[in-house]
């Protein structure tokens, strides 16, 4: 594999599913024309050609620096044809940044419920390096943040002067083995120990590498010893990450152990409508509050969804309303409803809710309780193949003329109420995926 298919690998694992399969997997590397300075890939159409030119050049050159330490211009253009001059759009990496992305910022990262303590702890950081909270360690899911977070604080350092070095541990652990092999390892430590700031990505594959642990230790206690700043993210907290020696466990947890959570509806929605000013795709409210219930956690999912409305709208010269975008979308909702019983649903209502599931099923007449009864008959309603006399049996109610009360209510409030439609439709999503 040659490092332009090593390149493409990397992005697939940063960008939906989707927009990979729909851009990205049609690239093709020209090994033999490229330079040290220059890659240059073809795409088969100019829809292509233009999409990834605006969207992803300044990636790509990203992690061709990542990967082979190449600062190169990216040059997209279609097969067999190669452009006299590089695109404007082309980025080039300046001598002496760092690999870190530019367009990670504090200022376009959305805060909400979810993320706010570890968005607070890593701007203090980026105001004060080494004086607080060294190291910062950040952990959460998938997609959630950890990295822009970490970025945008590095990017400030780099606007101070600050020597950054960002990298994760793979990266880390083939600079070790290739020093190890070539006996440079005085190079290798003069680069990781005389930095201001180290950033490093998922710690979590330092797992039961003892040799690379043992480098570690010591990259890290020169650091600190010198009040170098130190930031790592990883998938779950030093407590959890299995086969990571225990020195190395303790030093993780001596500044501030922050985490990131699937963020809530209200911080999806604001998301979505900042990737859609960045982007420059216009969509109503309701479509935005459609695609914040669609979404489970992961919120690089949003810009695969953005680029799929925004490409199927181009291509077929078609508006974007509710009824294109559930189209469009069909394929990304998780269509479980076959395998869903009551019992499940009202399990998940009552944990949503922070009641029992048996006091759904009560008699109960308190307003929490009504309102988790009638918010269970409806989702049940629609996601089962129950008929209203099941379901006045299964809740405990007199006949199918109570269910169907019961439902008018919430329709009359899904009706009057887009923020409780919104929750209802977010609530729904969420039972169909975890079911």
């Known amino acids: 594999m040659n490092i332009g298919q090593k390149v493409l690998e990397s992005l697939k694992e940063e960008i939906s599913e989707l927009e990979y399969k729909r851009y990205i997997k049609h690239l093709h590397y020209d090994e033999k024309k490229s330079t040290s300075d220059l890659a240059i890939f073809y795409a088969p159409n100019a829809l292509v050609v233009n999409w990834i030119k605006n969207k992803y050049t300044e990636k790509i050159s990203h992690l061709f620096e990542v990967k082979s330490d190449l600062k190169v211009k990216v040059q997209i253009t279609l097969k067999n044809k190669i452009e006299k001059k590089s695109s404007k759009k082309s980025i080039e990496v300046k001598k002496g940044s760092t690999l870190l992305n530019p367009s990670h910022s504090f200022n376009n990262f959305m805060v909400g419920g979810s993320n706010q303590f570890a968005y607070a702890a890593v701007?203090?950081?980026?105001?004060?390096?080494?004086?607080?909270?060294?190291?910062?360690?950040?952990?959460?899911?998938?997609?959630?943040?950890?990295?822009?977070?970490?970025?945008?604080?590095?990017?400030?350092?780099?606007?101070?002067?600050?020597?950054?070095?960002?990298?994760?541990?793979?990266?880390?652990?083939?600079?070790?083995?290739?020093?190890?092999?070539?006996?440079?390892?005085?190079?290798?430590?003069?680069?990781?120990?005389?930095?201001?700031?180290?950033?490093?990505?998922?710690?979590?594959?330092?797992?039961?590498?003892?040799?690379?642990?043992?480098?570690?230790?010591?990259?890290?206690?020169?650091?600190?010893?010198?009040?170098?700043?130190?930031?790592?993210?990883?998938?779950?907290?030093?407590?959890?990450?299995?086969?990571?020696?225990?020195?190395?466990?303790?030093?993780?947890?001596?500044?501030?152990?922050?985490?990131?959570?699937?963020?809530?509806?209200?911080?999806?929605?604001?998301?979505?409508?900042?990737?859609?000013?960045?982007?420059?795709?216009?969509?109503?409210?309701?479509?935005?509050?459609?695609?914040?219930?669609?979404?489970?956690?992961?919120?690089?999912?949003?810009?695969?969804?953005?680029?799929?409305?925004?490409?199927?709208?181009?291509?077929?010269n078609i508006d974007i309303d509710l009824e294109f975008t559930k189209n469009v979308l069909k394929d990304q909702l998780h269509e479980k409803r076959t395998n869903l019983s009551m019992d499940t649903i009202t399990e998940l209502v009552a944990k949503d809710l922070n009641i029992k599931p048996s006091e759904i099923r009560s008699k109960g007449r308190s307003k929490n309780i009504v309102y988790a009864r009638r918010v269970s008959i409806y989702i049940c309603r629609e996601l089962t193949q129950n008929t209203m006399p099941q379901l006045a049996k299964y809740f405990g109610m007199k006949d199918h003329t109570a269910i169907s009360h019961t439902i008018k209510k919430i329709n009359d409030l899904i009706q009057d109420d887009e923020d409780f439609k919104v929750k209802i439709e977010e609530l729904s999503n969420k039972i169909t995926s975890l079911s």
């Open 123 to 316: 701007k203090s950081v980026s105001e004060s390096a080494g004086k607080i909270y060294n190291p910062l360690f950040i952990y959460g899911g998938v997609g959630l943040g950890k990295t822009h977070l970490m970025q945008a604080a590095g990017n400030v350092f780099l606007q101070e002067g600050k020597i950054v070095i960002y990298t994760s541990v793979e990266q880390f652990l083939n600079d070790f083995t290739r020093s190890i092999r070539n006996n440079t390892m005085e190079r290798f430590r003069e680069k990781y120990r005389k930095c201001d700031v180290l950033l490093i990505d998922d710690i979590q594959f330092l797992s039961n590498k003892e040799g690379i642990q043992e480098e570690f230790f010591h990259t890290f206690e020169a650091l600190k010893g010198d009040g170098k700043q130190i930031i790592f993210t990883a998938d779950k907290h030093p407590k959890k990450i299995a086969g990571l020696e225990a020195r190395l466990q303790s030093r993780f947890e001596w500044g501030l152990v922050a985490d990131i959570q699937p963020p809530e509806l209200e911080t999806k929605i604001a998301i979505i409508e900042k990737k859609c000013e960045i982007n420059k795709v216009k969509l109503s409210k309701e479509i935005v509050n459609y695609i914040a219930t669609v979404i489970e956690s992961n919120v690089r999912e949003i810009e695969g969804i953005l680029s799929k409305l925004h490409a199927y709208s181009q291509l077929m």
